[in-house]
Protein backbone atom coordinates (compact mmCIF):
# COMPACT_ATOMS: atom_id res chain seq x y z
CA UNK A 1 0.00 0.00 0.00
CA UNK A 2 1.49 3.36 -1.00
CA UNK A 3 -1.02 6.23 -0.04
CA UNK A 4 -0.56 9.58 -2.19
CA UNK A 5 -1.45 11.55 0.40
CA UNK A 6 0.31 11.46 3.74
CA UNK A 7 -0.85 13.93 6.09
CA UNK A 8 1.43 12.98 8.65
CA UNK A 9 4.25 14.72 6.60
CA UNK A 10 2.67 17.47 8.00
CA UNK A 11 3.35 16.71 11.31
CA UNK A 12 6.11 15.22 11.44
CA UNK A 13 8.17 17.37 13.48
CA UNK A 14 7.94 20.79 15.19
CA UNK A 15 9.36 23.03 12.62
CA UNK A 16 6.85 21.58 10.12
CA UNK A 17 4.25 21.41 12.80
CA UNK A 18 4.68 25.33 13.56
CA UNK A 19 4.96 26.18 10.24
CA UNK A 20 1.23 24.80 9.18
CA UNK A 21 0.07 25.96 12.70
CA UNK A 22 -3.39 27.15 12.21
CA UNK A 23 -4.42 28.94 15.63
CA UNK A 24 -1.65 30.99 18.01
CA UNK A 25 -2.34 32.41 21.33
CA UNK A 26 -0.20 35.57 21.88
CA UNK A 27 -0.64 38.18 25.13
CA UNK A 28 -3.07 40.24 22.85
CA UNK A 29 -5.76 37.48 23.06
CA UNK A 30 -6.28 37.89 26.92
CA UNK A 31 -8.57 40.37 29.39
CA UNK A 32 -7.18 39.40 32.40
CA UNK A 33 -10.38 39.38 35.34
CA UNK A 34 -9.38 41.22 38.08
CA UNK A 35 -11.07 40.96 41.68
CA UNK A 36 -10.70 44.11 43.97
CA UNK A 37 -11.36 44.41 47.78
CA UNK A 38 -11.39 47.06 50.40
CA UNK A 39 -7.92 47.49 52.62
CA UNK A 40 -4.46 48.14 52.65
CA UNK A 41 -2.10 45.14 51.84
CA UNK A 42 -4.49 42.56 51.12
CA UNK A 43 -4.14 39.54 48.88
CA UNK A 44 -6.56 36.90 50.08
CA UNK A 45 -6.33 33.75 47.79
CA UNK A 46 -10.10 32.48 46.65
CA UNK A 47 -10.17 29.28 47.99
CA UNK A 48 -12.19 27.47 45.38
CA UNK A 49 -9.74 29.15 42.96
CA UNK A 50 -6.36 28.55 44.10
CA UNK A 51 -3.48 30.89 42.86
CA UNK A 52 -6.27 33.80 42.37
CA UNK A 53 -6.17 36.45 44.93
CA UNK A 54 -8.83 39.48 45.41
CA UNK A 55 -6.08 42.67 45.65
CA UNK A 56 -6.90 45.58 47.49
CA UNK A 57 -5.91 49.15 45.53
CA UNK A 58 -2.33 49.19 46.21
CA UNK A 59 -1.67 45.78 45.61
CA UNK A 60 -3.86 46.18 42.21
CA UNK A 61 -1.39 48.99 41.10
CA UNK A 62 1.28 46.79 41.24
CA UNK A 63 -0.53 43.77 39.73
CA UNK A 64 -1.40 45.63 36.81
CA UNK A 65 2.41 46.85 36.30
CA UNK A 66 3.08 43.95 36.08
CA UNK A 67 0.36 42.55 33.71
CA UNK A 68 1.15 45.51 31.16
CA UNK A 69 4.72 44.63 31.51
CA UNK A 70 3.75 40.93 30.13
CA UNK A 71 1.94 42.38 27.12
CA UNK A 72 -1.25 41.97 28.98
CA UNK A 73 -3.32 45.04 28.25
CA UNK A 74 -6.85 45.07 28.92
CA UNK A 75 -8.55 43.74 32.50
CA UNK A 76 -12.23 43.36 33.77
CA UNK A 77 -12.44 44.55 36.92
CA UNK A 78 -15.28 42.84 39.78
CA UNK A 79 -15.33 44.50 43.25
CA UNK A 80 -16.33 42.55 46.45
CA UNK A 81 -18.73 44.47 48.32
CA UNK A 82 -19.10 44.68 52.23
CA UNK A 83 -21.95 43.38 53.29
CA UNK A 84 -23.30 46.36 55.49
CA UNK A 85 -23.40 47.95 51.62
CA UNK A 86 -25.42 45.09 49.74
CA UNK A 87 -29.15 45.82 49.45
CA UNK A 88 -32.17 45.21 47.24
CA UNK A 89 -31.13 48.33 44.78
CA UNK A 90 -27.50 48.18 44.43
CA UNK A 91 -26.98 51.59 45.64
CA UNK A 92 -23.59 51.38 46.24
CA UNK A 93 -23.12 50.20 42.66
CA UNK A 94 -23.51 54.02 41.61
CA UNK A 95 -21.77 55.28 44.36
CA UNK A 96 -18.70 57.40 42.50
CA UNK A 97 -16.55 56.79 45.37
CA UNK A 98 -17.44 53.48 45.61
CA UNK A 99 -15.10 50.39 45.39
CA UNK A 100 -15.17 49.62 41.56
CA UNK A 101 -15.04 53.57 40.62
CA UNK A 102 -11.69 53.96 43.23
CA UNK A 103 -10.73 50.60 41.22
CA UNK A 104 -10.97 52.08 37.36
CA UNK A 105 -9.27 55.34 39.04
CA UNK A 106 -6.36 53.21 40.49
CA UNK A 107 -5.43 51.79 37.19
CA UNK A 108 -6.00 54.53 34.88
CA UNK A 109 -3.12 56.34 37.40
CA UNK A 110 -0.52 53.64 37.58
CA UNK A 111 -1.03 52.26 33.91
CA UNK A 112 -2.96 55.01 32.41
CA UNK A 113 -2.46 52.88 28.82
CA UNK A 114 -4.28 49.56 30.79
CA UNK A 115 -7.85 48.89 28.76
CA UNK A 116 -10.12 48.50 31.93
CA UNK A 117 -13.33 47.07 31.12
CA UNK A 118 -15.91 46.70 33.88
CA UNK A 119 -18.18 44.24 35.08
CA UNK A 120 -22.00 45.60 35.49
CA UNK A 121 -24.42 43.65 36.95
CA UNK A 122 -26.09 43.93 40.56
CA UNK A 123 -25.14 40.70 42.51
CA UNK A 124 -22.14 41.91 44.42
CA UNK A 125 -23.98 44.57 45.48
CA UNK A 126 -27.56 42.59 45.93
CA UNK A 127 -28.36 41.61 49.55
CA UNK A 128 -30.16 38.80 47.88
CA UNK A 129 -27.29 38.04 45.59
CA UNK A 130 -29.25 38.48 42.37
CA UNK A 131 -28.19 40.79 39.51
CA UNK A 132 -31.54 42.77 39.56
CA UNK A 133 -33.90 44.20 41.94
CA UNK A 134 -35.94 41.59 43.60
CA UNK A 135 -40.16 42.12 44.15
CA UNK A 136 -42.52 39.23 45.51
CA UNK A 137 -39.23 37.05 44.91
CA UNK A 138 -38.92 38.11 41.43
CA UNK A 139 -36.29 39.33 39.51
CA UNK A 140 -37.91 42.49 37.84
CA UNK A 141 -36.66 44.02 34.66
CA UNK A 142 -36.56 47.14 33.68
CA UNK A 143 -36.35 49.05 37.06
CA UNK A 144 -33.20 47.01 37.24
CA UNK A 145 -31.96 48.40 33.65
CA UNK A 146 -32.58 51.90 35.38
CA UNK A 147 -30.01 51.23 37.87
CA UNK A 148 -27.34 49.22 35.54
CA UNK A 149 -27.66 52.26 33.50
CA UNK A 150 -26.38 54.40 36.54
CA UNK A 151 -24.42 52.17 37.32
CA UNK A 152 -22.82 52.18 33.64
CA UNK A 153 -22.57 55.85 33.63
CA UNK A 154 -20.84 55.88 37.08
CA UNK A 155 -17.86 53.52 35.72
CA UNK A 156 -17.64 55.63 32.79
CA UNK A 157 -17.69 59.01 34.85
CA UNK A 158 -14.53 57.02 36.65
CA UNK A 159 -12.56 56.36 33.72
CA UNK A 160 -13.40 53.14 32.11
CA UNK A 161 -12.96 52.59 28.81
CA UNK A 162 -15.44 50.08 28.35
CA UNK A 163 -18.74 48.81 30.34
CA UNK A 164 -19.95 44.88 30.46
CA UNK A 165 -23.25 44.15 31.50
CA UNK A 166 -23.55 40.91 32.77
CA UNK A 167 -26.87 40.94 34.00
CA UNK A 168 -28.69 39.37 31.06
CA UNK A 169 -31.78 41.80 31.58
CA UNK A 170 -33.73 43.15 28.36
CA UNK A 171 -33.15 45.90 26.59
CA UNK A 172 -29.89 46.90 29.07
CA UNK A 173 -27.50 47.62 26.35
CA UNK A 174 -29.94 49.58 24.31
CA UNK A 175 -30.54 51.73 27.58
CA UNK A 176 -26.99 51.99 28.28
CA UNK A 177 -25.86 52.89 25.18
CA UNK A 178 -28.33 55.75 25.02
CA UNK A 179 -27.44 56.96 28.42
CA UNK A 180 -23.40 57.19 26.78
CA UNK A 181 -24.31 58.90 24.50
CA UNK A 182 -26.32 61.58 25.89
CA UNK A 183 -23.73 62.25 28.65
CA UNK A 184 -21.18 62.57 26.48
CA UNK A 185 -19.23 59.10 26.76
CA UNK A 186 -19.16 58.58 23.00
CA UNK A 187 -16.55 56.68 23.37
CA UNK A 188 -16.92 54.62 26.05
CA UNK A 189 -17.39 50.94 24.56
CA UNK A 190 -20.17 48.29 25.58
CA UNK A 191 -18.72 44.42 25.99
CA UNK A 192 -22.08 43.20 26.11
CA UNK A 193 -22.51 39.42 27.67
CA UNK A 194 -25.17 38.16 25.35
CA UNK A 195 -25.36 34.79 25.48
CA UNK A 196 -24.66 34.16 28.93
CA UNK A 197 -26.16 30.41 30.31
CA UNK A 198 -27.00 29.73 33.44
CA UNK A 199 -24.18 28.05 34.29
CA UNK A 200 -23.01 25.46 37.13
CA UNK A 201 -18.95 26.55 36.43
CA UNK A 202 -19.97 30.16 38.18
CA UNK A 203 -19.28 28.66 41.58
CA UNK A 204 -16.11 29.54 42.61
CA UNK A 205 -16.55 33.10 41.66
CA UNK A 206 -19.82 33.67 43.54
CA UNK A 207 -17.19 32.30 46.61
CA UNK A 208 -14.82 34.88 45.25
CA UNK A 209 -17.24 37.67 45.46
CA UNK A 210 -19.64 35.96 48.22
CA UNK A 211 -22.41 36.65 45.80
CA UNK A 212 -24.40 33.53 45.14
CA UNK A 213 -27.92 34.21 45.36
CA UNK A 214 -29.81 34.01 48.59
CA UNK A 215 -32.94 32.03 47.59
CA UNK A 216 -33.61 30.96 44.40
CA UNK A 217 -31.13 30.12 41.00
CA UNK A 218 -30.79 33.04 37.95
CA UNK A 219 -32.38 30.56 35.21
CA UNK A 220 -35.10 33.56 34.80
CA UNK A 221 -32.62 35.58 33.04
CA UNK A 222 -29.56 33.62 31.97
CA UNK A 223 -30.41 31.46 29.28
CA UNK A 224 -30.77 27.41 29.62
CA UNK A 225 -27.52 25.49 28.32
CA UNK A 226 -29.95 23.79 26.27
CA UNK A 227 -30.58 26.32 23.86
CA UNK A 228 -28.83 27.58 20.68
CA UNK A 229 -31.00 29.59 18.88
CA UNK A 230 -31.76 31.58 21.61
CA UNK A 231 -27.67 32.99 21.87
CA UNK A 232 -28.07 33.51 18.49
CA UNK A 233 -31.33 35.92 18.85
CA UNK A 234 -29.80 37.41 22.27
CA UNK A 235 -26.48 38.35 20.42
CA UNK A 236 -28.08 39.95 17.48
CA UNK A 237 -30.55 41.49 19.62
CA UNK A 238 -27.67 43.16 21.55
CA UNK A 239 -25.74 44.09 18.29
CA UNK A 240 -29.09 46.06 16.89
CA UNK A 241 -28.97 47.85 20.42
CA UNK A 242 -25.28 49.46 20.23
CA UNK A 243 -22.59 46.87 21.54
CA UNK A 244 -19.47 46.68 20.16
CA UNK A 245 -18.27 43.26 21.67
CA UNK A 246 -20.25 40.75 22.14
CA UNK A 247 -19.58 37.45 24.62
CA UNK A 248 -20.67 33.75 24.96
CA UNK A 249 -20.11 32.57 28.60
CA UNK A 250 -18.85 30.47 29.93
CA UNK A 251 -16.13 28.53 27.26
CA UNK A 252 -14.96 25.08 26.95
CA UNK A 253 -19.01 24.11 27.33
CA UNK A 254 -20.02 26.63 24.60
CA UNK A 255 -17.35 25.91 21.65
CA UNK A 256 -20.81 25.04 19.32
CA UNK A 257 -21.98 28.37 20.61
CA UNK A 258 -18.81 30.59 19.63
CA UNK A 259 -18.23 29.10 16.27
CA UNK A 260 -22.38 30.22 15.24
CA UNK A 261 -21.43 33.20 16.32
CA UNK A 262 -18.72 33.85 14.90
CA UNK A 263 -19.89 32.95 11.63
CA UNK A 264 -23.15 34.90 12.14
CA UNK A 265 -21.79 38.66 13.16
CA UNK A 266 -19.54 40.65 12.17
CA UNK A 267 -18.01 42.36 15.45
CA UNK A 268 -15.38 41.15 17.87
CA UNK A 269 -16.57 37.94 20.14
CA UNK A 270 -15.68 37.76 24.17
CA UNK A 271 -15.53 34.37 25.46
CA UNK A 272 -14.76 34.40 29.10
CA UNK A 273 -13.70 30.83 30.35
CA UNK A 274 -15.11 30.76 33.68
CA UNK A 275 -14.33 30.25 37.24
CA UNK A 276 -15.16 26.77 37.46
CA UNK A 277 -13.78 25.85 34.02
CA UNK A 278 -10.32 27.10 36.02
CA UNK A 279 -11.07 25.21 39.83
CA UNK A 280 -11.43 22.11 37.54
CA UNK A 281 -7.99 22.31 35.68
CA UNK A 282 -6.48 23.35 39.12
CA UNK A 283 -7.80 20.48 41.07
CA UNK A 284 -7.30 17.83 39.04
CA UNK A 285 -3.65 19.26 37.99
CA UNK A 286 -3.15 19.01 42.19
CA UNK A 287 -4.34 15.62 42.40
CA UNK A 288 -1.32 14.70 39.88
CA UNK A 289 -4.60 13.66 37.41
CA UNK A 290 -3.74 16.36 34.75
CA UNK A 291 -0.80 17.97 33.82
CA UNK A 292 -1.93 21.65 34.33
CA UNK A 293 -0.02 23.63 31.39
CA UNK A 294 -0.72 20.82 28.71
CA UNK A 295 -4.31 21.26 29.76
CA UNK A 296 -4.45 24.90 29.71
CA UNK A 297 -3.06 25.73 26.96
CA UNK A 298 -5.14 23.04 24.98
CA UNK A 299 -8.40 24.72 26.30
CA UNK A 300 -7.36 28.30 25.75
CA UNK A 301 -6.15 27.16 21.54
CA UNK A 302 -9.66 25.52 21.52
CA UNK A 303 -11.52 28.80 22.84
CA UNK A 304 -9.34 30.41 19.88
CA UNK A 305 -9.67 27.68 17.14
CA UNK A 306 -13.58 28.03 17.73
CA UNK A 307 -13.81 31.83 17.02
CA UNK A 308 -12.95 34.10 20.15
CA UNK A 309 -11.29 37.42 19.61
CA UNK A 310 -10.80 37.93 23.26
CA UNK A 311 -10.55 35.22 26.16
CA UNK A 312 -11.79 36.40 29.20
CA UNK A 313 -9.47 34.07 31.46
CA UNK A 314 -7.73 33.63 35.12
CA UNK A 315 -5.65 31.63 33.18
CA UNK A 316 -4.36 34.64 31.11
CA UNK A 317 -0.55 35.29 33.07
CA UNK A 318 0.26 31.66 33.77
CA UNK A 319 -0.61 31.16 29.60
CA UNK A 320 1.70 34.13 29.13
CA UNK A 321 4.30 33.04 30.92
CA UNK A 322 4.38 29.59 28.71
CA UNK A 323 4.08 31.60 25.74
CA UNK A 324 8.03 32.80 26.52
C1 LIG B 1 -21.95 38.72 37.56
C2 LIG B 1 -20.99 37.78 36.96
C3 LIG B 1 -20.82 36.40 37.21
C4 LIG B 1 -19.69 36.01 36.49
C5 LIG B 1 -19.23 37.12 35.82
N1 LIG B 1 -20.05 38.19 36.10
C6 LIG B 1 -21.55 35.47 38.10
C7 LIG B 1 -22.96 35.17 37.83
O1 LIG B 1 -23.55 35.61 36.87
O2 LIG B 1 -23.52 34.47 38.68
C8 LIG B 1 -19.09 34.63 36.52
C9 LIG B 1 -17.65 34.56 36.14
C10 LIG B 1 -16.95 33.31 36.52
O3 LIG B 1 -17.55 32.33 36.99
O4 LIG B 1 -15.73 33.28 36.35
N2 LIG B 1 -23.23 38.70 37.07
Redesign the pocket.
Known sequence: MHPLIRNRRLRSNEAIRSLVRETILTPNDFLV?LFVVEGKGVKQEIPSMPNYYRLSLDLLEKEVKELWAMGLKSVLI?AMVPENLKDNKGKEATNPKGLMQRAVKTIKNACPEMLVMT?V?F??YSSYGH?GIVEDGIIINDDSVEILTEMSLSHAEAGADFVAP??MMDGRILSIREALEDEGYINTGIMA?SA?YASA??G???DALD?APGFGD?KTY?MDYANRLEALRETEMDIDEGADIVMV??GLCYLDIVREVRDLVDVPVAV?Q???E?AMVKAAAEKGWLDHDAVMMEQLTAIKRAGANIIAS?FAKDAVKLLG
Open positions: PFDADPDSDYKFYPFRSKQKPYVSGYY
